[in-house]
């Protein structure tokens, strides 16, 4: 991951923040992807603010600036704050403010105040026009800024929270449907998002995720919430990760295949996050959350030059693997700057499915040596996020050297798992004889027993099918351990306190692995899904199951088969079968 200035952008845009962009892939029309820029706001030499009404455009192929001409005689107030996104050759626009001198109503004459907007206009990017979108007055969203908006999907837009003209946050939930133009207030069941208003708003992966934002005083929210629609019903639903970013207002968000990136904003200065903070200053942190796992992780870009510490900028994937940040301002500056973000292709996008055999998938939950065996997380340099201290030394490392002897704080967890292996480089994968560990594999007297109340005869089936399981019981503990890991530590990286940390990361891991839904569940991922049903497969009494009970409500019906085997219509079953064996665990 790499930041990129862009030092000759051509005519580029006035420094500015509170402006919006959107993306529009044009090459059919244009032969180039371009992003266009609307709005926004900065100071002037008289320190006097100044609302833009321009539109810019950047063409991505030549990494150029360049302004169109609008030929539409009626056009929008100019303004800032407002929130735009792109379907099709459209660009649509809702809310936003300017400021003006107010002429002697409601204020003292010549006093600064905000008119704010909730009319919804696009402009036509095949022929430069601006269009006003006629709604019925009376079923529309109260005049707003500072909210947000988002496509998702088929003709319908989602917006969310904002200031409205009283000043206040504000926490409703509305949809537009641009071919029917029509607001719909919609009514979301359940627990709902605090009111705020600076907050971000994205659509990834078919999913709608809020994050962050400011109370109408001030304190910031370090809070991520999910948008599902559930027979016909619209519920938020809070995602809790540990660890995760300060909270914050003002920020960028920008999704990237199945990762959200977060960069700046004012972020809580004080130790404690969430809307307890009331002091902020400005940052230039870059979070990545991976949503295959609910994990943020603080990047480490690998250049010096970065952007630098700024609020209300703009950030937007273009192509593949790549994200634009323009603009935005710090406490004394306002910025026109254009930088690239890229991204690793491979950490993007997901694998094809038609692309690769399923025993091939690279799981963006735990990384893998290049023998396919899955490293664990903790010992992987993962985008400069580098293990240290409690869990370095914890989690057996199995591709280097024996890991370091435990602090003395921390010895009595090791008495309690001393058969955690200590790995040589010379036998990476093999079991270590002093450890006592026994993999689950041909030669368990357990897997013979459990095949043989099958009637699997071990002699006469496939090499294949005998051979299950490559993998020791602390491979596979260490490997759920570092699953379980972030919902198992505190906001400040530190393990929970108690004697037995790693049984209870083992335990939070299998209820993640558990708990995946089947369309999201990593591939990559099926080696530990399988190694741990076995074992709790061989504990449960299957053959007493099976004449007491129909063979269809029967468990461990798949301890034959190797991970590589396993159809994906078979997951659903074998996710199933795995919850219920949990449950009889405990």
């Not at 929210?221 to 970013?245: A, G, H, N, S």
């Not at 301002?329 to 690769?356: C, H, I, Y």
Request: glycine share 10%.
């Amino acid at each position: 991951m790499r930041w990129t200035l862009i030092s000759d952008a051509g005519d580029a845009p006035a420094p500015r923040y509170g402006h919006s962009v959107v993306s529009l892939e044009a090459r059919d029309d244009w032969a180039a992807e371009v992003v266009v820029l609307y709005g926004g706001t900065t100071k002037n030499a008289s320190d006097k603010k100044v609302v833009y009404g321009d539109v810019a455009v950047f063409d991505v192929g030549r990494e150029k600036w360049w302004k169109p001409e609008i030929k539409s005689n009626a056009s929008p107030v100019a303004r800032a704050f407002h929130s735009a996104v792109a379907i099709g050759s459209k660009m649509y626009m809702f809310g936003g403010h300017i400021a003006m001198l107010d002429q002697g109503g409601t204020h003292e004459k010549g006093t600064t105040v905000r008119a704010y907007f909730n009319d919804i206009w696009y402009l036509n990017l095949d022929t430069w026009e601006w269009r006003e979108v006629a709604v019925d007055e009376d079923l529309r969203p109260p005049p707003r800024d500072l909210s947000q908006m988002t496509h998702i999907g088929g003709n319908r837009l989602l917006i969310f929270g904002g200031r409205g003209e009283s000043g206040k946050a504000l926490n409703d939930l509305w949809s537009f449907d641009i071919l029917r133009k029509k607001w719909t207030h919609m009514q979301a069941v359940g627990p709902t998002p605090g009111v705020r208003m600076k907050h971000a708003l994205a659509y990834v992966q078919g999913r709608v995720l809020l994050y962050g934002g400011e109370t109408s005083s001030g304190s910031f929210y370090d809070d991520l919430w999910q948008l599902r629609v559930e027979m016909d019903r619209w519920q938020w639903r809070v995602i809790k990760t540990r660890p995760k970013p300060p909270g914050r207002s003002g920020h960028a968000v920008a999704g990237c295949g199945t990762y959200l990136l977060c960069f700046g904003g004012h972020v809580s200065a004080s130790g404690f996050s969430g809307v307890f903070s009331r002091t902020h200053h400005y940052s230039s942190d870059l979070w990545l959350l991976d949503l295959t796992t609910g994990r943020w992780i603080k990047l480490k870009p690998q250049d010096e030059a970065t952007p630098g510490e700024r609020v209300c900028p703009t950030l937007l994937k273009v192509g593949a693997s790549r994200l634009m940040l323009f603009g935005g301002r710090d406490k004394m500056n306002v910025f026109s700057d254009t930088w690239w973000l890229e991204m690793d292709p491979g950490d993007s996008q997901p694998p094809s499915p038609s692309a690769r055999s399923i025993s091939s998938f690279a799981s963006g939950m735990l990384p893998t040596h290049a023998s396919g065996v899955p490293r664990p997380r903790s010992q992987s340099n993962l985008m400069g996020e580098q293990a240290t201290g409690f869990w370095a030394s914890m989690v057996p490392n199995l591709y280097g050297s024996t890991p370091s002897a435990p602090p003395e704080s921390e010895k009595s967890w090791e008495g309690s798992h001393g058969r955690i292996p200590r790995y040589k480089s010379s036998d990476s994968l093999r079991l270590d004889s002093e450890t006592g560990a026994t993999p689950i594999g041909a030669g368990s007297a357990q897997l013979q027993d459990l095949m043989s109340q099958f009637d699997l005869d071990i002699k006469r089936a496939p090499q294949d099918v005998t051979g299950t399981s490559p993998f020791c019981d602390a491979e596979i503990d260490s490997a759920l351990a570092t699953i379980g890991r972030p919902i198992s530590i505190d906001n400040d990286g530190n393990p929970p306190e108690s004697p037995d940390i790693f049984s209870q990361c083992v335990k939070a891991g299998r209820r993640i692995l558990s708990r995946m839904p089947v369309s999201e569940f990593p591939v990559g991922n099926l080696w530990l899904l399988m190694s741990d049903y076995r074992r709790l497969a061989s504990n449960y009494d299957v053959l007493k199951a099976w004449r007491e009970g129909s063979p269809g409500d029967c468990l461990g019906r798949f301890v034959h088969m190797k991970h590589e085997e396993v159809r994906l219509r078979d997951v659903p079953v074998i996710l199933g079968e795995y919850k219920r064996l949990l449950e009889i665990e405990l």
